[in-house]
């Protein structure tokens, strides 16, 4: 993502009060990044090549809330 990180992202987020559901998908997923934004409030952090299935059981579980 150009200009901001994932994680930098998230924390304006929440910075400015959204409580919109995150789901990271990144090639560059270290276990500090990963739990980084687990403990920020991530829903699921998928590293690509992820499962098209997981994504969507993930979508779906958030729009069931």
Same mark, same amino acid.
Do not use: C, N, W
């Given at each position: 993502?150009? +200009?901001?990180? +994932? ?21 560059? +997923?270290?276990? *500090?990044? *990963? ?5 920020? +409030? ?24």
């Amino acid at each position: 993502m150009p +200009g901001m990180s +994932g994680l930098e992202l998230q924390a304006k987020l929440a910075q400015s009060g959204s409580r919109i559901p995150i789901i990271f998908i990144t090639a560059y +997923g270290e276990p *500090r990044m *990963r739990a980084q934004a687990m403990e920020a +409030g991530a829903i699921r952090f998928l590293d690509k090549p992820f499962d098209d299935d997981v994504l969507l059981e993930t979508v779906r579980t958030i729009i069931e809330r």
